[in-house]
């Protein structure tokens, strides 16, 4: 069984019927050149992404993920993706790896060649990283300013906030900033004083018996982890609620998660320095529930 599969995909219209969808992917050997340079994702970010688990041979919350792969490419104005095809590049890449172990299965859909006449699109699979330790353990974070408004989609929208774009460099940058201050991960928070998100995951505060998350303004993306986790909370008796968080609430929740894919759900240990409450039991709880096949 191979340690990853990679499938370069001719990507259809959106409302193609009658393709031979198997005949527009094709696996490639990862190690092998397979873009051009001129490739604008290379060259610019320019193109959308979603990152999915595989768990012992379930792909978790595809349809979820289509959905804001569809999403970030009306906002970044790309060709709409045929999710008919993304299925099948799933389900394809899925069979072929072993059916036990967790996975982390990228989508790509990037704006193409300079000067091209499509956009190019590929999946890749590989072995997720084991965080069961982290998962354990949790986190220390810092709090850091993302220099922006917390409505700032609405006047900025070429800024592409609530689009997973390929643009990633400042949310690397802010991980490496978390690192010189001696935390492992961030908290971003705007510059009119709210809570947002990490650089790749939701934030979830609990304050007594009730959950919530920042309400998804459109200056960050809407998690698909958070939102499966709200759905279990909800189905479990548990109040959840989506709202604009003033940072302070983070200083005086009883609890705090950052919640993401592959990953899942960490518990934030330290912030800012200062020690957070953290029950190790109900992060567990949250990772059995993520770890079960989810749709
Ligand atoms: N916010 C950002 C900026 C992210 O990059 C991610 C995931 O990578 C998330 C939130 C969490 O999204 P999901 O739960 O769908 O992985």
Redesign the pocket.
């Known amino acids: 069984m191979p340690e990853t599969v990679t499938l370069l995909i001719e990507p259809v219209p959106a409302d193609a019927r009658d393709v031979d969808l198997a005949s527009t992917l094709r696996e490639v050997d990862a190690a092998a050149p397979a873009l051009r340079v001129g490739e604008l994702s290379t060259q610019r970010g320019d193109g959308v992404f979603e990152?999915l688990a595989v768990i012992d041979g379930h792909a978790q919350e595809t349809g979820p993920h289509l959905d804001r792969l569809r999403n970030s490419a009306v906002i970044c104005e790309l060709p709409e993706p045929n999710l008919a095809q993304w299925r099948a590049a799933i389900d394809r890449a899925v069979a072929s790896l072993p059916d036990r172990g967790q996975w982390a299965l990228k989508l790509v859909l990037s704006r193409g060649v300079e000067h091209g006449p499509a956009p190019t699109a590929w999946l890749h699979a590989s072995r997720a990283a084991d965080f069961s330790a982290v998962r354990e353990r949790g986190v220390a974070v810092v709090t850091l300013d993302r220099g922006y408004a917390h409505d700032a989609a609405e006047h900025a929208p070429w800024l592409l906030l609530g689009a997973?774009t390929l643009s990633y460099a400042t949310?690397m940058a802010a991980l490496r900033e978390a690192r010189r201050r001696g935390a492992d991960d961030t908290i971003f928070v705007s510059s009119d004083g709210y809570v947002m998100?990490?650089?790749?995951?939701?934030v979830i505060l609990r304050h007594g018996d009730v959950f919530s998350t920042p309400a998804p303004s459109g200056a960050?993306?809407h998690?698909?982890?958070?939102q499966s986790l709200f759905e279990h909370l909800a189905a479990t008796g548990r109040a959840t609620e989506y709202r604009d968080i003033p940072i302070a609430e983070l200083g005086t929740a009883d609890a705090l998660w950052l919640?993401?894919?592959v990953r899942l759900a960490v518990g934030v240990t330290r912030l800012d320095g200062a020690s957070v409450s953290y029950d190790a039991a109900e992060t567990r709880e949250f990772n059995d529930y993520l770890l079960s096949p989810r749709d």
């Open positions: 990152t997973k949310n998100e990490g650089p790749t995951s939701s960050i993306l998690g698909t982890t958070q919640v993401s894919s």
